[in-house]
């Protein structure tokens, strides 16, 4: 079976960009949840989406946002980007919202410039 | 945001040596997760937990959830070149719906 996959894996943006980053979870897991990761503040919870709905939500401002397709594929995306933006941004599927075993992606290195 | 209390921080060991690594919480969890990462890579789920006083394996992993609940701890016998990367704790609290509270890391870098 196919793990999560993200693209794109590498992106460069200036700040005040925007950027989308995408999540496709492994086949047959509803519910996607995306992290930011930063050497200083470890992993972040930002949002979790299950049956296109968002379930749960970090400590993040209203630039960082998100949203979920039927097929379960998620999206998020920052607006205005800011210098401190620059992460790793993972995104994890699990199969249900009863599930708390989370299987991660392998990233999108976001860098602002 | 929240984090976990993990130790240590880093750790240098020989080929062979056994390693023990725990995390801790303010906090009671109802669920405990550790991950592995290596460079480049997102988080590899190693082992859950979801009882107090649980012990559970995966190969030369060993990891069990405190009986306080507040606590976890993840052992890795006879360790090889290739578990070299940064392990990380994880937990959900009953009153912090599905939202994962991570621990900073633990590198562990192994001398063949």
């Known amino acids: 079976k196919a793990g999560v996959t993200q693209t794109p894996r590498y992106l460069i943006k200036t700040r005040g960009q925007q950027v989308t980053l995408s999540c496709s979870p492994i086949?047959?897991?509803?519910?996607v949840s995306w992290y930011q990761q930063t050497p200083g503040q470890g992993l972040q919870f930002l949002f979790e989406?299950?049956?296109?709905?968002?379930?749960n939500k970090g400590n993040f401002p209203g630039r960082f946002s998100g949203r979920q397709f039927s097929n379960s594929r998620s999206e998020m995306n920052v607006s205005t980007l800011e210098l401190g933006d620059s992460a790793l941004y993972l995104c994890?599927?699990?199969?249900?919202?009863?599930?708390?075993?989370?299987?991660f992606g392998p990233g999108t290195r976001l860098t602002v410039t | 945001g929240q984090q976990l209390n993990q130790s240590p921080q880093s750790m240098f060991i020989q080929e062979g040596e056994d390693v023990s690594m725990n995390c801790t919480s303010s906090s009671i969890f109802n669920t405990w997760l550790w991950y592995k990462q290596e460079p480049g890579e997102g988080p590899v789920l190693l082992i859950a937990?979801?009882?107090a006083g649980e012990l559970t394996s995966n190969g030369r992993l060993t990891a069990q959830f405190g009986i306080t609940r507040k606590d976890s701890f993840l052992n890795i016998s006879a360790s090889i070149p290739s578990d070299v990367g940064i392990y990380f704790c994880?937990?959900?609290?009953?009153?912090?719906?599905?939202?994962?509270?991570w621990g900073l890391g633990t590198s562990l870098a192994v001398n063949p």
């Open positions: 086949s047959g897991h509803r519910s």
């Open positions: 989406y299950f049956s296109e709905t968002q379930r």
């Open positions: 994890a599927s699990s199969q249900n919202l009863v599930s708390n075993e989370q299987y």
């Open positions: 994880a937990g959900i609290n009953a009153g912090n719906n599905r939202k994962l509270i």
């Open positions: 937990l979801y009882k």
